[in-house]
């Protein structure tokens, strides 16, 4: 069995923070580069963060540069999304996501979970 699951979403005012978690089963999570996507209302679904396996290497989109940061817990099989400065325009549905590529490109992305929401409010 491969699994992702998100969680952590909720509603906070702009300026606060979030961590999101997502747990993954073992068989995915070993080996696999995970990335956090998210999807606002009427838009596609974007790239936020990735964090590779072998050095825990990390990239960010230039929106969320400086303000989130990924990051993982082997013994826990769980990779984080901490959000801090919160925006209006991260209200989305976060997503995580497993790749055996170095990619930052949804298409590229084998497993997903099935997001959780995040609402920031003005």
């Known amino acids: 069995q491969v699994q992702l699951v998100e969680s952590g979403g909720g509603l906070v005012q702009a300026g606060g923070s979030l961590r999101l978690s997502c747990a993954a089963s073992?068989?995915?999570?070993?080996?696999?580069?995970m990335g956090w996507f998210r999807q606002a209302p009427g838009k596609e679904r974007e790239f936020v963060a990735r964090?590779?396996?072998?050095?825990?290497?990390?990239v960010y989109s230039d929106s969320v540069k400086g303000r989130f940061t990924i990051s993982r817990d082997n013994a826990k099989n769980t990779v984080y999304l901490q959000m801090s400065s919160l925006k209006p325009e991260d209200t989305a549905v976060y997503y995580c996501?497993?790749?055996?590529?170095?990619?930052?490109?949804?298409?590229?992305?084998?497993?997903w979970g099935q997001g959780t929401q995040v609402t920031v409010s003005s």
């Open positions: 073992i068989s995915i999570f070993s080996g696999y580069n």
């Open positions: 996501a497993a790749t055996l590529r170095s990619t930052i490109y949804l298409i590229d992305y084998d497993y």
């Open positions: 964090i590779h396996w072998s050095d825990e290497r990390t």
